[in-house]
């Protein structure tokens, strides 16, 4: 299977890991958890960047959907912050 350049992970059929993730966000604390309009559009970034393969970002290594949860992290790419 070819990578899946610019995917979330449900879009890659990583559902696994995606279900994984979602568990870890669900125990995050209100305040350390960003809104939900405010992860649509970090997502939504985070797809346009070349950065991005099969949910991971190749910046840092975190998987993209895990990262944008929380309210306090930034995009990993210094050089051209996307959120």
């Known amino acids: 299977m070819a990578e899946c ?23 995050l604390s209100e305040n350390e958890k960003a809104d939900d309009e405010l992860y649509r ?14 949910g991971v970002c190749m910046k840092c290594g975190c998987y993209v959907e895990f990262r944008a949860a929380y309210k306090r992290l930034k995009c990993p790419n210094a050089n051209d912050r996307r959120w």
């Open 5 to 27: 350049k610019r995917c979330l992970l449900l879009e890659a059929a990583e559902l696994d890991t995606l279900n994984s993730i979602k568990v870890r966000i669900d125990k």
């Open 41 to 54: 559009k970090r997502l939504d970034e985070c797809k346009s960047c070349d950065h991005l393969i099969s």
